[in-house]
């Protein structure tokens, strides 16, 4: 239950970022993040917080909302 | 733009509670939270964890993204 809500988020800031042809570096500085960080969340090591949400959200030019919503990642929601 | 969104936030949790006549303490037992931490997250002095965030969903019968939705404090919303 849990840790796949970080998972599924983790997946989605990576498939809006590379849709948006962005590095991991490149939405970090856009976010104003550490560069390490990205990756930390990509991956779901980090419980991210909500004003780290908005931070990605804006850097991705999306809400926090739209980040979370599941369908977003429908394409790389195969079975985990 | 940062801290309001926990503000609408913790103002979102409050109207949620309320609504279902729960309890801080009640609703820190059912999420599994601490029962002060409640309190910080309805005041907005916590910058809450998406994990933290969805166990309070849970408990709440309602989802991260449902809490997230700003028309859901629309009654609050008055001004600050």
Chains 1, 2 share one sequence.
Do not use: C, W
């Not at 498939?15 to 962005?22: D, N, P, T």
């Not at 990605?56 to 394409?75: F, N």
């Amino acid at each position: 239950m849990t840790k796949k809500l970080l998972i599924d988020f983790g997946k989605r800031i990576r498939a809006e970022r590379l849709s948006q042809g962005i590095s991991q570096e490149k939405l970090a500085e856009l976010a104003d993040l550490h560069r390490n960080y990205i990756g930390m969340i990509e991956r779901a090591e980090i419980n991210i917080t909500l004003l780290n949400i908005e931070k990605l959200a804006k850097a991705l030019k999306t809400t926090p909302i739209k980040l979370l919503r599941s369908k977003s990642t429908r394409v790389e929601k195969q079975r985990h």
